[in-house]
Each structure stands twice: as structure tokens, then as C-alpha cells.
């Protein structure tokens, strides 16, 4: 069962043309990737399913096309976003910061044993539970957003560029407990990367953008075999 499905979506700034067609789909309970170079249109094609950009073409939702929609109204019908740069409250506590994600819901046994499910996953967040979100580091501030949005209980996760400004050890420890998350929870997640080889720890396959086209699509294992993706995403 396809959740996602974008079809020839395209959006402008003003009058400029940053998407021009893409096209992808994210099934139920799968992970998908949108790779690219920087400028490629990764950030506005998630912003144009979470509704913060205005998008031509189709976004099917659980079979009903949702572009038009409202932010409020996306995030209502299950679709979590966790915006480059985190977005996180700092002058609220980790705590605090888990309970608004969970602001939607009034099953309040369901949010306690989430909370504890996000504090297994990400242990660091433990440690940190009382302290201010702007005192963690960049790594536990990634993984406060990506708790943030898994208490809305959403059905697809949006991941824009989780190891932006990690060192490499930490984007991979974020990945690989992200990776868990999904394992767990069947959440479906679109994750936006730069960097191909952290993508492939958690996502099944995945499209490359340039210039707000798709120029390839395949699984992980087909992706990773391609020359011009190993020259231009892998490092070698
Ligand atoms: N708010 C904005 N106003 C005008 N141009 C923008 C804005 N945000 C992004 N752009 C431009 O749109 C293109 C795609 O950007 P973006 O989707 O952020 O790419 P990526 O996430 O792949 O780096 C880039 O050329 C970028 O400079
Ligand atoms: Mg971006």
C-alpha cells in the first residue's frame, strides 16, 4: 500500500522555478530518500507536502491529495515534520519540548509510555530530561526534534538533514537510532540527505534530485552500486 505519492510536483520562490516535476512514492511503513547536492530542492520538496510552501501537482496522502492543505491540517492527519535545523523550543526542557509534540493527543497513558519509549531509544535524552533544549549538544538536540515529532504519533516522518553539523560518529549514532524508531514503529519516513551513506542506514531506496528533477530512483542496493552516485554522494 503506497502511502505517499508526489506526482510532478513543482514549486516556485517568487518567480523562481525550484521544483519542476518531481515524483516519488513512500510506502506504507517504508523509509524513502531524497538525495542531492545542496540547492537541489530537498527542503522545499518536504515543505511542499508539509504544506509550508505553496506546490503545483498531486501529493496523495492515504489516497487523497492533501496540496493545498494547511500545516496544521497536515500535521493533524499524521504527517510529522522535523524541519532542517531542528526547530526545537530551547527555552523549554526536554521534557517539556516531548509533551508539546504529544499536544494533539489525550491519551495520556499512550504519551507517558511513548515518552519512555523515545527516552530507551535515545538515551542521551535521558540523562538531559530537565535541562533547557538549548543547552544539548547538536546531536541531542537532533534527537530531542526527531522524539518531538514521533509523540505527535504520526504515520510518516519527514526527516530533513538530520546530521547537518554533526561530527560523523554522532550522525551515525542519530541514524542508526532513528533506524531503530522505524524498526518499532512502523512509521513511514521521507529522509532528506546529503550524505548518501547515512541515508542507506535506514532507507530502502531512494530518488536524487538535481536542479528540482528527479535524475535517479532505485533501491539502496541499487543506488549504492551506480558510479555517478559512489562519485558524487559516497566519497569515492
Ligand atoms: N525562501 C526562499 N526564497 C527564495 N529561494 C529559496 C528559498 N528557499 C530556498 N530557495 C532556493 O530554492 C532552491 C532549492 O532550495 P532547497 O529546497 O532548500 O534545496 P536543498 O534542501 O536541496 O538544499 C535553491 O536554489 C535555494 O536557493
Ligand atoms: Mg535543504
Redesign the pocket.
Known amino acids: 500500500m503506497t502511502l505517499l505519492e508526489l506526482q510532478s510536483v513543482t514549486a516556485f520562490?517568487?518567480p523562481?522555478q525550484?521544483l519542476d516535476g518531481v515524483s516519488l512514492s513512500v510506502p506504507e511503513g517504508g523509509a524513502v530518500g531524497i538525495l542531492?547536492?545542496?540547492?537541489?530542492?530537498?527542503?522545499?520538496?518536504l515543505r511542499s507536502i508539509s504544506g509550508t510552501v505553496r506546490a503545483g501537482g498531486r501529493i496523495l496522502y492515504d489516497g487523497a491529495d492533501i496540496r493545498g492543505k494547511r500545516p496544521e491540517q497536515v500535521a493533524a492527519m499524521g504527517i510529522a515534520h522535523v524541519p532542517?535545523g531542528r526547530g526545537g523550543f530551547g527555552a523549554l526542557t526536554v521534557r517539556e519540548n516531548l509533551r508539546i509534540g504529544a499536544y494533539l493527543r489525550r491519551d495520556r497513558k499512550g504519551v507517558e509510555s511513548d515518552i519512555e519509549f523515545v527516552l530507551e531509544l535515545f538515551p542521551n535524552l535521558r540523562e538531559r530530561y530537565k535541562s533547557h533544549a538549548s543547552a544539548l549538544s547538536g546531536g541531542e538536540q537532533q534527537m530531542l526534534a526527531v522524539g518531538r515529532a514521533f509523540m505527535a504519533k504520526p504515520r510518516l516522518l519527514l526527516l530533513d538533514e538530520a546530521s547537518l553539523g554533526l561530527a560523523p560518529s554522532t550522525a551515525m549514532t542519530v541514524y542508526d537510532a532513528i533506524a531503530k524508531l522505524r524498526r518499532e514503529s512502523g512509521i513511514a519516513m521521507l529522509v532528506?540527505e546529503q550524505n548518501a551513506n547515512l541515508a542507506f542506514r535506514l532507507v530502502d531506496s531512494a530518488t536524487v534530485?538535481e536542479t528540482?528533477r528527479n535524475v535517479l530512483s532505485g533501491t539502496s542496493a541499487e543506488l549504492k552500486g551506480m558510479d555517478e552516485i559512489r562519485r558524487a554522494y559516497l566519497g569515492g
Open positions: 520562490y517568487g523562481v525550484v542531492g547536492a545542496n540547492g537541489a530542492g530537498k527542503t522545499t520538496t532542517e532528506v534530485l528540482g
